[in-house]
């Protein structure tokens, strides 16, 4: 399983039984025409560069100073001023706020919860699961703040809380809940949570199912769902023209993702910055 970061057996169609949060989004997770529908980028574009947020993790961070996602590419590019000097770029490239220390962190991200965002929400939770950022440790208090970034939208909130429920990180063991979470997630468009749901099928051989949330998953940009894909082919399991059409996806995405930017902050920070 693959869990979504901070900063990640038998999938039927039955509902999970958690009744502390009936107001989940996400709609009927029984309904297969919404549960495979392709959903759309998650974070649509960089607001700087105007080129679509890469899937991966590390090609974009949230600035909590003004609620923004924002490419690697742009977070690494040098600044200039009028003279064309390189200025100092410790400081948010959309907004301009200098980088925050923890403490700052925690308080910039408690005032963006108070206007209402759910990225804000979730990346708190994530500092009480883990302890860090100011937050002290409190899964409970994760929790309930992914619940109300899942009931926002963001979709990442509902495969922490998965995530949560699969591993037993402050509540009990539940598969089938963990499994309800992945579902709403995969609709709201985590391709990590599609990814799971997946190996989920694949476990329990229902390859059909588990080839359509990795193709869903390989064309949103997922490398794992495509070697997954990949690795059904060799063993005959799907067909090559299935593999050629992920292929073809995964390869549209990446044309959708690229920038000279993004490719010099991979290569001057490694894994920190790569985007694919």
Request: hydrophobic share 25%; proline share 4%; charged share 25%.
């Amino acid at each position: 399983m693959s869990t979504s970061s901070g900063s990640n057996c038998n999938v039927g169609t039955s509902k999970s039984n958690d009744n502390s949060n009936s107001n989940d989004s996400g709609g009927d997770v029984n309904n297969n025409i919404e549960l495979f529908k392709q959903p759309p980028p998650q974070h649509g574009d960089c607001p700087i560069c105007i080129i679509r947020i890469p899937t991966l993790h590390t090609g974009s961070k949230y600035k909590p100073c003004c609620g923004k996602v924002i490419c690697s590419g742009c977070i690494y590019a040098p600044l200039y001023d009028n003279q064309g000097n390189k200025v100092d770029n410790q400081k948010c490239p959309f907004c301009r706020t200098p980088t925050p220390i923890d403490d700052e962190v925690n308080d910039m991200l408690k005032k963006r919860i108070e206007a209402g965002d759910s990225q804000a929400m979730y990346n708190q939770g994530c500092g009480h699961r883990d302890g860090i950022h100011g937050c002290p440790q409190d899964y409970g208090k994760g929790l309930e703040l992914w619940h109300r970034a899942g009931e926002l939208g963001y979709s990442a909130a509902h495969t922490a809380i998965g995530n949560a429920y699969y591993y037993g990180v402050g509540v009990e063991v539940d598969k089938e809940k963990a499994k309800h979470y992945y579902e709403l997630a995969a609709i709201g468009g985590c391709v990590i949570a599609r990814y799971n749901l997946g190996c989920f099928e694949k476990k329990a051989g229902n390859l059909d199912r588990a080839l359509r949330h990795f193709m869903i998953a390989a064309r949103s940009g997922h490398g794992k769902s495509l070697k997954q894909i990949k690795r059904l082919c060799t063993n005959g399991h799907v067909t090559d023209e299935d593999y050629t059409e992920a292929l073809q996806s995964y390869q549209e995405y990446l044309g959708e993702i690229k920038s000279r930017q993004r490719d010099e902050a991979a290569a001057a920070r490694g894994e920190l910055y790569r985007y694919y």
